[in-house]
């Protein structure tokens, strides 16, 4: 069964250093979605991508996270300072955004990245 | 901007009972709504979708109903077993949105042998 990769799955890093965390969606899902989770909390959207373009990325903290799928298929998100309060679970999700309803399709989600910013 | 509520406190049930869970959402009226469960350490699985134009939709042991004017989703749980336990999170979207699901902050429900 296809799933969602992501890499690493736990990632410890002092704060004001960078941290890239690597997606590979379901082979063919054209949209692909990169969220936040605190524990306790549901995920929140940081960058959504259909194919290679940004199609919403207004709670991404531009100042310090980029994220990239310059092919269209996988991706990469990085932040550059870390910062004490970017401890959290990074999760890659895809969907096949196909049809007119393409927002909504179900996801899948990756296992995430847990990140101890210390 | 809207708001999603869930139940922050968990939910005991002993097996076999039903499991009600409860998503509230203001401001604004999606065109369907997603529940998800979530086990520990591990990312959201897909469980149900549920249209505006839908009052209620069966999978199996579960059921969703989708009231749009008391702006509530419910999420039943028959027979409930202790593998049932988990996390469960409920997902708003709206019709001609090109953002992605808004999660709310999960209900974590504990089935009792």
């Known amino acids: 069964e296809a799933e969602v990769a992501q890499s690493p799955r736990y990632k410890i890093t002092e704060k004001s250093q960078a941290v890239a965390f690597w997606c590979d969606p379901i082979?063919?899902?054209?949209?692909l979605y990169w969220y936040r989770q605190i524990l306790g909390q549901g995920p929140e959207l940081l960058v959504q991508?259909?194919?290679?373009?940004?199609?919403?990325d207004s709670q991404l903290p531009k100042d310090r996270f980029s994220a990239e799928r310059l092919k269209g298929v996988d991706s990469t998100l990085k932040i550059q300072p870390a910062e004490l309060g970017d401890s959290a679970m990074y999760l890659c999700?895809?969907?096949?955004?196909?049809?007119?309803?393409?927002?909504?399709?179900?996801?899948?989600f990756g296992p995430g990245t847990r990140l101890t910013v210390l | 901007s809207q708001k999603i509520e869930q139940n922050s406190e968990a939910l005991n049930i002993q097996e076999g009972k039903t499991a009600t869970l409860t998503c509230n959402y203001t401001?604004?009226?999606?065109?369907?709504l997603q529940w998800y469960r979530q086990d520990p350490g591990r990312g959201p699985v897909f469980l149900l979708l549920?249209?505006?134009?839908?009052k209620e939709k069966r999978k199996e042991r579960l059921k969703v109903t989708f009231d749009t004017t008391l702006k509530q989703s419910l999420f039943h749980i028959t027979a409930s077993q202790p593998a049932d336990s988990a996390t469960y999170l409920c997902?708003?979207?709206?019709?001609?949105?090109?953002?992605?699901?808004?999660f709310g902050s999960g209900t974590r429900l504990q089935v009792q042998p």
């Open positions: 549920i249209r505006e134009n839908e």
């Open positions: 999700a895809s969907s096949s955004g196909q049809g007119t309803s393409k927002a909504y399709n179900e996801q899948f």
């Open positions: 401001n604004y009226s999606p065109a369907y």
């Open positions: 991508f259909q194919d290679e373009s940004v199609v919403d």
């Open positions: 997902a708003p979207s709206y019709l001609g949105g090109r953002r992605a699901l808004t």
């Open positions: 082979s063919g899902h054209a949209t």
